[in-house]
């Protein structure tokens, strides 16, 4: 766990903070200073993953000790109800990482958080293909896919990709309002390893971020010839070029789909509190375990989570004999607003309880990645 000091003098401000880190594990508060003096020597000292600084009315002194923060090597977000571009632009220049704007709000300290947390993610060697499955329809698992990637690719900003491979009809571009001219059939026939070019063409760039999105076959005939031995070479060509590879998978259980699921590095099961899709959920387990998937190969994720349910976690996981990676909450509106839009779920409302679910779970899939590829 990373630890954090905090600079400021606003008693208010410093119990907001603590309250929103209270659902944050991946820091904890080592310090908090009203004397920044102090708390400079201390940082110096101790040389702590992250520094919140709060400005003070004297802005030049506060740019000298962000300076002088940031000299030791310690990562600094600014906290300032100055969110003017010329103060952000000048608090960048002396060398802070990030800017949150006061009052403090949950979404941003935690996003701004997580970058410092994530920051060794941009080394990970190898690419990574997290397949999110479920053997039935309805439970949510295109818009898991396509959120999941969408924050992946904020949080980390190296490039993702977003294969639809719901076959023989995929959602992922409706889900995301974009019309791409390639699709995976092109690319699995005209495209060669090492053809990094190729590829990112070929892949659809969803607005000014480092996500990519690889469409499903335009004709029904198409994604039915798409073969296992193709899905593969896919999957080589893709981890040639981006760091993460997220598939919205298809429901069947056939040699296609267990040739995506076999070659993913992390499968994400999806079900929902319910009895009939508990048992599904475990007919899976039992199948992953005759194809000796390894046993953190694949997360079960709960969609559509609520508190007060009949059926609780404790429940599901004793059922299942495993543990819920994620519960995902039942927030309906925003959902369906998504949907409607074809924009993901941060660009309807940043700050809904949904939209921060998919920030802290791809903070936690990339950290486990990362540790899991370097024995941590």
Same mark, same amino acid.
């Given at each position: 766990m990373d630890n954090l000091v905090i600079f400021e003098k606003e008693t208010q401000t410093k119990d907001i903070i603590l309250g929103y880190l209270s659902d944050y594990n991946e820091m904890s508060v080592d310090r908090i200073f009203e004397d920044y003096d102090e708390g400079i020597k201390y940082v110096k000292e101790t040389k702590p993953k992250a520094v919140l600084?709060?400005?003070?009315? *004297? $802005? &030049? /002194?506060?740019? $000298?000790?962000?300076?002088?923060?940031?000299?030791?090597?310690?990562? +600094?977000?600014?906290?300032?109800? *100055? !969110?003017?571009?010329?103060?952000?632009?000048?608090?960048?220049?002396?060398?802070? /990482?990030?800017?949150?704007?006061?009052?403090? %709000?949950?979404?941003?300290? %935690?996003?701004?958080?997580?970058? #410092?947390?994530? &920051? &060794?993610?941009?080394? %990970? /060697? $190898?690419?990574?293909?997290?397949? +999110?499955?479920s053997n039935k329809g309805g439970v949510g698992k295109t818009a898991i896919a396509t959120n999941l990637a969408v &924050?992946?690719?904020?949080?980390?900003?190296?490039?993702?990709?977003?294969?639809?491979?719901? %076959?023989?009809?995929? *959602?992922?571009?409706?889900?995301? *309002?974009?019309?791409?001219?390639?699709?995976?059939?092109?690319? +699995?026939?005209?495209?060669?390893?090492?053809?990094? /070019?190729?590829?990112? @063409?070929? #892949?659809?760039? !969803?607005? @000014?971020?480092s996500l990519y999105v690889l469409a499903e076959p335009p004709y029904i005939e198409q994604s039915r010839s798409l073969t296992p031995d193709q899905v593969v070479k896919l999957f080589e060509y893709l981890r040639d070029t981006f760091s993460y590879i997220v598939i919205d998978t298809g429901t069947n259980v056939d040699k296609l789909n267990m040739t995506i699921l076999e070659n993913s590095d992390i499968v994400m099961l999806v079900t929902i509190v319910n009895l009939p899709l508990i048992r599904n959920c475990q007919r899976c387990l039992d199948l992953f375990e005759n194809l000796e998937f390894p046993a953190e190969k694949t997360k079960v994720i709960i969609n559509r989570y609520l508190e007060n349910d009949e059926i609780t976690v404790e429940d599901v996981e004793k059922t299942l004999n495993k543990p819920v990676y994620w519960k995902i909450p039942n927030n309906y509106f925003t959902i369906m607003s998504s949907i409607n839009k074809g924009i993901p779920l941060s660009e309807v409302n940043e700050n809904s309880n949904i939209t921060e679910s998919f920030v802290e779970l791809a903070s936690k899939l990339a950290d486990d990645l990362f540790k899991s590829e370097f024995g941590q």
């Amino acid at each position: 766990m990373d630890n954090l000091v905090i600079f400021e003098k606003e008693t208010q401000t410093k119990d907001i903070i603590l309250g929103y880190l209270s659902d944050y594990n991946e820091m904890s508060v080592d310090r908090i200073f009203e004397d920044y003096d102090e708390g400079i020597k201390y940082v110096k000292e101790t040389k702590p993953k992250a520094v919140l600084f709060s400005m003070l009315a *004297d $802005k &030049e /002194k506060s740019f $000298k000790m962000i300076k002088r923060i940031s000299d030791f090597g310690v990562n +600094v977000i600014v906290l300032s109800g *100055d !969110y003017t571009t010329a103060n952000i632009i000048q608090t960048l220049r002396y060398g802070a /990482k990030d800017f949150v704007s006061k009052p403090v %709000l949950k979404k941003d300290l %935690l996003v701004a958080l997580i970058k #410092c947390a994530q &920051e &060794e993610v941009k080394v %990970l /060697k $190898k690419s990574r293909v997290i397949s +999110v499955f479920s053997n039935k329809g309805g439970v949510g698992k295109t818009a898991i896919a396509t959120n999941l990637a969408v &924050e992946f690719a904020k949080l980390t900003r190296e490039k993702v990709a977003l294969v639809d491979l719901n %076959l023989p009809i995929g *959602d992922v571009t409706t889900f995301l *309002d974009i019309r791409p001219t390639i699709d995976i059939s092109e690319v +699995v026939n005209n495209a060669k390893q090492r053809d990094d /070019k190729f590829i990112l @063409d070929a #892949c659809q760039k !969803y607005k @000014d971020t480092s996500l990519y999105v690889l469409a499903e076959p335009p004709y029904i005939e198409q994604s039915r010839s798409l073969t296992p031995d193709q899905v593969v070479k896919l999957f080589e060509y893709l981890r040639d070029t981006f760091s993460y590879i997220v598939i919205d998978t298809g429901t069947n259980v056939d040699k296609l789909n267990m040739t995506i699921l076999e070659n993913s590095d992390i499968v994400m099961l999806v079900t929902i509190v319910n009895l009939p899709l508990i048992r599904n959920c475990q007919r899976c387990l039992d199948l992953f375990e005759n194809l000796e998937f390894p046993a953190e190969k694949t997360k079960v994720i709960i969609n559509r989570y609520l508190e007060n349910d009949e059926i609780t976690v404790e429940d599901v996981e004793k059922t299942l004999n495993k543990p819920v990676y994620w519960k995902i909450p039942n927030n309906y509106f925003t959902i369906m607003s998504s949907i409607n839009k074809g924009i993901p779920l941060s660009e309807v409302n940043e700050n809904s309880n949904i939209t921060e679910s998919f920030v802290e779970l791809a903070s936690k899939l990339a950290d486990d990645l990362f540790k899991s590829e370097f024995g941590q």
